[in-house]
């Protein structure tokens, strides 16, 4: 079973969905999803990409006009186990090609919720 697609948008990207206020836009964010478990993981995914894109960009003195950041994924139809999450950015800003390559790269190394989720966390329900 694949899909559980979420879309997150800010700046020039931002879309008709939910809007949330944003610490790095004064307009916010839009957030496009269903309200189920699996698409809650994936947003945490693209909410934190694209959070850091913003933090990254502006570490490195790059202006973002807009950031859409899509992630999508599946799970075993019997099991219920992850089978990985993908994620997809746009860019509007006018860094070189070279800037928004080396921002993409660092933002995929340094972004927290994807770098826990590769890593694995226990979860454990508390009493």
Same mark, same amino acid.
């Given at each position: 079973m694949d899909g559980f697609s979420v879309v997150v948008g800010a700046g020039s990207f931002r879309g008709d969905g939910v809007r949330f206020p944003h610490r790095w836009t004064d307009e916010g964010v839009s957030v496009e999803a269903d309200f189920t478990g699996a698409h809650l993981l994936h947003l945490a995914a693209a909410g934190c990409v694209l959070n850091d894109l913003y933090r990254e960009a502006q570490q490195l003195g790059l202006v973002l006009n807009g950031v859409r950041v899509t992630a999508s994924g599946g799970f075993d139809s019997a099991t219920w186990?992850?089978?990985?999450?993908?994620?997809?950015? /746009?860019?509007?800003?006018?860094?070189?090609?070279?800037?928004?390559? +080396?921002? %993409?790269? =660092?933002?995929? /190394?340094?972004?927290?919720?994807?770098?826990?989720?590769?890593?694995? +966390?226990? %979860?454990? =329900?508390r009493d």
């Open positions: 186990v992850s089978t990985g999450i993908t994620y997809g950015i /746009e860019l509007d800003s006018t860094a070189s090609e070279e800037e928004r390559t +080396a921002l %993409v790269a =660092r933002v995929d /190394e340094v972004a927290e919720i994807p770098r826990a989720i590769r890593a694995g +966390a226990p %979860v454990q =329900r």
